[in-house]
T-cell receptor
Framework: NAGVMQNPRHLVRRRGQEARLRCSPM?????VYWYRQLPEEGLKFMVY????????ESGMPKERFSAEFPKEGPSILRIQQVVRGDSAAYFC??????????????FGPGTRLTVT | AQTVTQSQPEMSVQEAETVTLSCTYD???????LFWYKQPPSRQMILVIR??????QNATENRFSVNFQKAAKSFSLKISDSQLGDTAMYFC?????????????FGKGTKLTVNP
């Protein structure tokens, strides 16, 4: 059973360009979370999605950032008009659908975004 | 809002010795989960151990154990017989129990170095 896949692993963008980060959850997982890790910091929650629904986007910046998890295909985190402050590692985690208690979150290897 | 505090930015230990990493948290919730994650230089987030708040017994996973003090809102990680492969960033994390998967709130991390 393959783990959580993220691509690309490294992404370099110039200021003003768009960045698209992809996350394929583990097989059978229907919950996806995105976290951002700035240098020397812990991970910060951005958004929680289920298939075709955004459940919690309280950690997402109001502008330039969007996320989706379509019925088919990977979850996408899109950052428009990137700025240097967007340089960070972006982690995706997935968990299964459970009736009781939290599903353990399994993390992908992360995408390191560098804005030049 | 929940907060997680790790007061030790860096620690070091000799191989085969025991080390304890501190974590405190603040919440008004009664039901929740606590986690320790390890992030080695590869940056992959690896779950080390988890604790359900309603359980009084401290969780143990091989050489890793926790000291969970609910009243004091303290959740320390003890690593016994430290190995060189334990060198990593360690993050304490909190999750509300809401009957389903929820976002993780992370501390800023402790950088642990195991010396030969």
């Amino acid at each position: 059973n393959a783990g959580v896949m993220q691509n690309p692993r490294h992404l370099v963008r110039r200021r003003g360009q768009e960045a698209r980060l992809r996350c394929s959850p583990m097989k059978g997982h229907s919950h996806v979370y995105w976290y951002r890790q700035l240098p020397e910091e812990g991970l910060k929650f951005m958004v929680y999605l289920q298939k075709e629904n955004i459940i919690d986007e309280s950690g997402m910046p109001k502008e330039r950032f969007s996320a989706e998890f379509p019925k088919e295909g990977p979850s996408i985190l899109r950052i428009q008009q990137v700025v240097r402050g967007d340089s960070a590692a972006y982690f995706c985690a997935s968990s299964p659908l459970l009736g009781q208690g939290p599903g353990e979150q399994y993390f992908g290897p992360g995408t390191r975004l560098t804005v030049t | 809002a929940q907060t997680v505090t790790q007061s030790q930015p860096e620690m070091s230990v000799q191989e085969a010795e025991t080390v304890t990493l501190s974590c405190t948290y603040d919440t008004s919730e009664n039901n929740y989960y606590l986690f320790w994650y390890k992030q080695p230089p590869s940056r992959q987030m690896i779950l080390v151990i988890r604790q359900e708040a309603y359980k009084q017994q401290n969780a143990t996973e091989n050489r890793f154990s926790v000291n969970f003090q609910k009243a004091a809102k303290s959740f320390s990680l003890k690593i016994s017989d430290s190995q060189l492969g334990d060198t990593a960033m360690y993050f304490c994390a909190f999750m509300k129990h809401k009957g389903g998967s929820e976002k993780l709130v992370f501390g800023k991390g402790t950088k642990l170095t195991v010396n030969p």
